[in-house]
T-cell receptor, first 116, second 112 residues
Framework: AQTVTQSQPEMSVQEAETVTLSCTYD???????LFWYKQPPSRQMILVIR??????QNATENRFSVNFQKAAKSFSLKISDSQLGDTAMYFC?????????????FGAGTQVVVTP | EAQVTQNPRYLITVTGKKLTVTCSQN?????MSWYRQDPGLGLRQIYY???????DKGDVPEGYKVSRKEKRNFPLILESPSPNQTSLYFC???????????FGSGTRLTVV
């Protein structure tokens, strides 16, 4: 079974600064997808970014970018120019071809607090 | 507006009293799924469905039932709730699983 590990329970960053969240995963598959989700205090789960394992290029979405290291099984999220609205829990998630691509495996999450 | 709607948002019930949490999506998505969220554990998948009448167990299916009789609906049934099922529940849907899931706004369930 795949496992997703987020080793940082909480991180604090000042406005306009950059913060990087780490995520590692364990799989024997060669083709899979990785995601970062954001959960603000409203508790809504919001998809931030998606990465296909067979694509070398790192995904970016505005101020959010990832560093995907397939060999190291690492998938970190960088938030640039942090804003107060970025305060949220961030979850890394893995999806593989077993279970017909229906199973999304989450890490335990990293709480990000952006301070003025 | 494209969305996943789950009801109720909050529910307090007593041990053993059957309950259903409804979930509906208006995006014609093939995949639907239920998750529970507990502190320190992230989200864990309960059940998922790839199409009408096709469902499969996730990581924590014990004590839950689901059905997918229509494409848009995917209710979660707790036949005999117990206090260890107190949690935040999310329904989610996806056109194809690999696109990522769109989540509902969650149901906070308390079983006393």
């Amino acid at each position: 079974a795949q496992t997703v590990t987020q080793s940082q329970p909480e991180m604090s960053v000042q406005e306009a600064e950059t913060v990087t969240l780490s995520c590692t995963y364990d799989t024997s598959e060669s083709n899979y997808y990785l995601f970062w989700y954001k959960q603000p205090p409203s508790r809504q789960m919001i998809l931030v970014i998606r990465q296909e394992a067979y694509k070398q290029q790192n995904a970016t979405e505005n101020r959010f970018s990832v560093n995907f290291q397939k060999a190291a099984k690492s998938f970190s999220l960088k938030i640039s120019d942090s804003q107060l609205g970025d305060t949220a829990m961030y979850f890394c998630a893995f999806m593989g071809p077993t279970d017909s691509w229906g199973k999304l495996q989450f890490g335990a999450g990293t709480q990000v607090v952006v301070t003025p | 507006e494209a969305q996943v709607t789950q009801n109720p948002r909050y529910l307090i019930t007593v041990t053993g009293k059957k309950l259903t949490v409804t979930c509906s999506q208006n995006m014609n998505h093939e995949y639907m799924s239920w998750y529970r969220q507990d502190p320190g554990l992230g989200l864990r998948q309960i059940y998922y469905s790839m199409n009408v009448e096709v469902t499969d167990k996730g990581d924590v299916p014990e004590g839950y039932k689901v059905s997918r009789k229509e494409k848009r609906n995917f209710p979660l049934i707790l036949e005999s709730p117990s206090p260890n099922q107190t949690s935040l529940y999310f329904c989610a849907s996806s056109l194809r699983g690999t696109y990522g899931y769109t989540f509902g706004s969650g149901t906070r369930l308390t079983v006393v």
